[in-house]
């Protein structure tokens, strides 16, 4: 849903058409010149009427309708950002806005940015992903602390190399009262998602249920968004039940609701996608979920979001055009001062082109096959990735690996021999998961999967910390979003990254929508406005 209301231009047009109505109202109000019309085009609150006048098109401040006076073309609503998207989204999530700052991983959605946005009633998630336990829990602490009210959302991210890492960021949100959590990279259902959302199910005093565990979770294919519109399956209910983590009452709420509270469609996106274009995906989900609400009657229908490319007024409004209930943005906050990265990615992002990202192995699902959409530009990684895959599906060993071929990963990529390597990450997984060393130990193929990792997940800390010796191996998670953001911004004070921040950021893509959408308005009463009028201005 675009707009919450928005039927007076439409029967005022219908009025006007049909009786010819006049306006009548002081001659200062009335405004010819081009200039200011396009500055009193960007004033959202001001409703206006539109003109025939002998000098052409007019716009009139005020005044009142007629049987005497100019002839009135239509009148134009005023057009608030926050009146933008699904109002169900908004009070569920305590927001003002339709907007949703994604998460990015290892903290680069950090605890300033959720704080920022927080505070200015956008909901931005957390980026836990990657992260110690300890680490996350200081930033729950933190945003709780000053985000009370307001609205805020914690990653958790699938990890089939780590289900119990997974179930510990669980335990963390329950025990800590998080409500809403953005689910990414699941392929299915975890027992983990499960308990979360129907831990939070209740019933009210007129028998109704009560969500009070929000799940967004971001989907790029149909099989998994069936699994998440539709009620938690029986197995894995009774499976929980029989081991505590749920009552009986909970599992039977849980079925009469889908799993997620929304579904955020991801098209070309930085990170894990699998590059969909949205306008084929969109309409495929929504779809999707209007046969499953319509199958099982659910009282709350589940909202689609739109994520992937969105970093413009004009991709906004495509978006919620085609009747997303809510956008998420991702790159763009990556380029902001309040991001959890370097200076030094910043500048190389801010010099991003569309065609500048590239899809390499992921660090998280590497055995798998599974890509990131990543920066190509000023760095070697997606390539040097992409080279250590192909030689793991090559070799069986380290050992087998050819001399030479080892003292050019030694050398160009790692810096460092084969043996230090090993013993690091025989170390972080000491601490983090001892059960893959000793996996490793037995099959000298994930050894050799564990260490090619270990470049994988440095290059992403490289990036953050702006390390300058390694800067050719920075893994920076970006899309095409970063490119379009930039080439709209060109000549403004948002070209530079200095300037760029999160909440300034987020008003412009909505503000813009706004104004593009009454420019729309406008066009649906057969008036064709010159292309000087259809530039939304970048003001402080």
Known sequence: MLLTKYNNWLSLKKNVSNTHLKWQGSEKSIITQAEEIHRYLHNLDAEFYLLKTAAGIALAKGGELSTTGYDCLGSIPSLKPESIGNDEFKNDHQTRFAYHAGAMANGIASVEMVKTLGKQGYLASFGAAGLPLKQVEAAIQAIQAELREAPYAFNLIHSPSDPKLEKSCVDLYLKYGVRTIEASAFMGLSPNLVRYRAVGLSRNGNGEIIANNHIIVKISRREVAEQFLKPAPESLLNQLVSQGAITSEQALLARLVPIASDITVEADSAGHTDNRPLVCLLPLIQALRDRIQQEYGYTKRTRIGAAGGISTPSSALAAL???????????????????????????????????????????????????????????FYPIRAQKLYEIYRKYQSIEDIPAAERQKIEQEMFHKDLHTVWNETREFFQQRDPSQIEKALKNPKHQMSLMFRWYLGKSSSWAKAGLEERKMDYQIWCGPAMGAFNEWVKGSYLEKPENRQVVDVANHLMRGAAYLYRLHLINGLGINLSPFYKTYRLTL
């Open 321 to 379: 055009a085609m009747g997303a209930d809510y956008i998420v943005t991702g790159s763009v906050n990556q380029a902001c001062l309040e991001s959890g990265t370097s200076a030094t990615v910043k500048d190389l992002l801010a010099q991003v082109d569309m065609a500048d990202v590239m899809m390499t192995p992921a660090a998280d699902m590497f055995e798998m096959g599974v890509k990131v959409q990543v920066l190509k530009r000023g760095t």
